[in-house]
Nanobody, 116 residues
Framework: QVQLVESGGGLVQPGGSLRLSCAAS????????MCWFRQVPGKQRELVAA???????NYADSVKGRFSISRDNAKNTVYLQMNSLKPEDTAVYFC??????????WGQGTQVTVSS
């Protein structure tokens, strides 16, 4: 089992920045890929960014050049640095871990609101 706890959400003005954190605990050794998803009410959850065990990264086209995913293995934490935020980035952001056995684990989500 893997437990994920997100933090760092909040209210920010357009053009501002936020850094989300996702602290993992439990069977850390089983994790292959860590991802950030986001969801707006009435819409499907969408993949924002992913980082693999070899540190390769992938981003949604909508966030390329603005968001950056990184990991601190010593702290078992994954970060999502979000810059140049837009109102359309407003969503609940979820941390996701995929194990080598293809099990999915989810955090509880953290709200990000971009508004003036």
């Amino acid at each position: 089992q893997v437990q994920l706890v997100e933090s760092g959400g909040g209210l920010v003005q357009p053009g501002g920045s936020l850094r989300l954190s996702c602290a993992a605990s439990g069977s850390i050794f089983s994790i292959n890929v860590m991802c950030w998803f986001r969801q707006v009410p009435g819409k499907q959850r969408e993949l924002v960014a992913a980082i693999s065990s070899d540190d390769s990264t992938n981003y949604a086209d909508s966030v390329k050049g603005r968001f950056s995913i990184s990991r601190d293995n010593a702290k078992n934490t994954v970060y999502l640095q979000m810059n140049s935020l837009k109102p359309e980035d407003t969503a609940v952001y979820f941390c996701n871990a995929v194990s080598w056995q293809m099990y999915d684990y989810w955090g509880q989500g953290t709200q990000v609101t971009v508004s003036s």
